[in-house]
C-alpha cells in the first residue's frame, strides 16, 4: 500500500544521559514536521555508505537544533571554548547529508544549529562566539530563565523583499526568539541571505542555485509554532513541498520501476 504523508527525516544527536549514550531529538522539532503535514523519521547516526540508502526512503529534511555546536575543525577552527559541548559523530553524517539532499532537489529545512550545519557542510565558517565580536549583540538566551522566557521573542528580523521567506511570511520584518551562540561568520559559497537580525548578523539564508525547496534559520520557529503565524506559514510551505517531492518521486516510479 502506497503512503499518502511524505517522510521527514530528523537528525538524533548523540549525548549521553546518566552513563550511556543515547540518540535523542527534541519532540518539539517532531510535533513541527506534523504541524507541517508530514511523518518524522528520527536517524541516528549514519555511516556514509548508508547515505544514498536513507535519502531513498526520505522526501524531506529537518535538521534541528541542539544544545551541541558544530566542531570548529570542519571550518578550520581550533576549539575556542573547551566547556562547550560538541557532537562530532551528528556532524559526520549530516554535513555530507546537506549536499546529497540538496542535490536531490529534496526540501530542507534548517533551524539553528542546522542552520549553522547547512553553512559549514557548503564551505562557510562560524563565529564560535557571536557576543565577542565587535558590533555583534550577544544573542543567546540566560540560563536561569524558564523555557517560556528562554524561546520568547526578543528581536525583530529585517526580511529581505523578493527572497523566500519575504514571500512565504509576506512581511518585511519578523520578530524572534534568540538562543545561540555561534553564528555565521563567512557565508558559503552560493547561498542568499534571506533575514539579518538588527546587528547585521545572518538570521536566515537560502541555497539560490538549488532546484529544491531550502530554507535555513537560527532562531526556533518551531517553539509553539501552531499559535506563530510566521513559523506555521514557513512550515506549511516547507511541508508542501515534501507533498510535492512525494508525489513526483511516485509519479517517477509508476514510469519507471526500476528508479
Not at 559559497?189 to 545572518?202: H, I, K, S, T, Y
Request: with cysteine; aromatic share 6%.
Amino acid at each position: 500500500m502506497s503512503r499518502t504523508k511524505p517522510i521527514v527525516l530528523v537528525p538524533a544527536c548523540s549525548r549521553p544521559i546518566g552513563d550511556h549514550p543515547f540518540y535523542a531529538t527534541g519532540k518539539k522539532y517532531i510535533e513541527a514536521v506534523r504541524l507541517a503535514g508530514c511523518t518524522p523519521l528520527i536517524v541516528p547516526s549514519v555511516q556514509p555508505h548508508e547515505l544514498d540508502a536513507l535519502l531513498a526512503l526520505a522526501d524531506g529534511v529537518l535538521l534541528t537544533g541542539s544544545p551541541s555546536n558544530v566542531h570548529p575543525k570542519n571550518f578550520d577552527e581550533a576549539v575556542h571554548d573547551p566547556s562547550l559541548p560538541l557532537d562530532p559523530e551528528r556532524d559526520d553524517w549530516t554535513l555530507p547529508l546537506i549536499p546529497k539532499a540538496l542535490e536531490l532537489g529534496m526540501p530542507l529545512f534548517a533551524i539553528c544549529r542546522g542552520f549553522q550545519e547547512a553553512n559549514v557542510a557548503l564551505g562557510g565558517s562560524l563565529h564560535q562566539a557571536v557576543q565577542e565580536q565587535p558590533g555583534l549583540q550577544d544573542h543567546r538566551a540566560p540560563k536561569d530563565l524558564s523555557a517560556e522566557e528562554q524561546y520568547a521573542p526578543v528581536h525583530p528580523i529585517a526580511v529581505v523583499p523578493g527572497g523566500l521567506l519575504h514571500q512565504i511570511v509576506g512581511s518585511d520584518t519578523i520578530q524572534v526568539n534568540s538562543l545561540h551562540g555561534q553564528g555565521v561568520k563567512q557565508l558559503a559559497p552560493g547561498l542568499r541571505v534571506e533575514a539579518v537580525a538588527p546587528d547585521g548578523l545572518v538570521e536566515a539564508f537560502s541555497v539560490s542555485q538549488a532546484v529544491g525547496f531550502n530554507l535555513c534559520v537560527q532562531w526556533h520557529p518551531e517553539w509553539q509554532a501552531a499559535s506563530n503565524p510566521a513559523s506555521m506559514a514557513v512550515l506549511t510551505a516547507f511541508g508542501q513541498a515534501c507533498h510535492r517531492f512525494h508525489q513526483d518521486r511516485q509519479q517517477l516510479q509508476q514510469r519507471d520501476p526500476e528508479t
